[in-house]
Every structure is written in structure tokens, then in C-alpha cells.
Nanobody, 116 residues
């Protein structure tokens, strides 16, 4: 059974930083693409950043230069380092893992709140 468990969310002031972690079990992350989506209040869930199984990364324009996605293959973990946070980054952040056959798995989500 595949499970993704996120951690690292919380409340921070504008300009602050948070680091999200997502540990995958039941699937080999070295053969899977992984990434993060977010769902702001009252909005639909949308992509934030992704990293392929060979380490290629991509970001949405609004987080480029502020967020960094990385992964630790040995720990089956993907990270999202978020710097210079803005109120518009407030959302529930979801980790996903996509297998080689295209099946996607999701974590339960972690709340990030950016407010003064």
C-alpha cells in the first residue's frame, strides 16, 4: 500500500521560510516523479513544483526563485523549501508521487499560513 506523509507546515510571517517534507512508503521514489500541489482557500488545487525520477525540476512562475524542490532517494523523501513567503502562498500543500505506469498517489495535505 502506497502512503505519502507530509510534514513541516505551519504559520509564518511574510518573508519567512518553511520546509515541507513528504515521505513515501510502498513505492520506490527513485522510479517515480514527485511534486507538490497546493489549494488556496476557496480555490482549486494546482501544481507548485515537480521533480522527475532523474532529478529534473520545474516550478510555476509565481514561486520561481523562492521555492526549491529536492529529493533524497535513500529516504524516499521529497522536500519543498519555501523562502520569502507571501500571503498568497497560504494554502493546503499536497505531496504527490506518480509511478512509472502513471498512477498518482497523494498525501493528506499540510496547511501553510502566511500572515502578519
Amino acid at each position: 500500500q502506497v502512503q505519502l506523509v507530509e510534514s513541516g507546515g505551519g504559520s509564518v510571517q511574510p518573508g519567512g521560510s518553511l520546509r515541507l517534507s513528504c515521505v513515501a512508503s510502498g513505492i520506490s521514489s527513485s522510479e517515480s516523479d514527485m511534486g507538490w500541489y497546493r489549494q488556496p482557500p476557496g480555490q482549486q488545487r494546482g501544481p507548485v513544483a515537480s521533480i522527475t525520477h532523474y532529478g529534473s525540476t520545474s516550478y510555476i512562475d509565481s514561486v520561481k526563485g523562492r521555492f526549491t524542490i529536492s529529493r533524497d532517494y535513500a529516504k524516499n523523501t521529497v522536500y519543498l523549501q519555501m523562502n520569502s513567503l507571501k500571503p498568497e502562498d497560504t494554502a493546503v500543500y499536497y505531496c504527490y508521487c506518480r509511478s512509472t505506469i502513471g498512477t498518482s498517489y497523494w498525501g493528506q495535505g499540510t496547511q501553510v499560513t502566511v500572515s502578519s
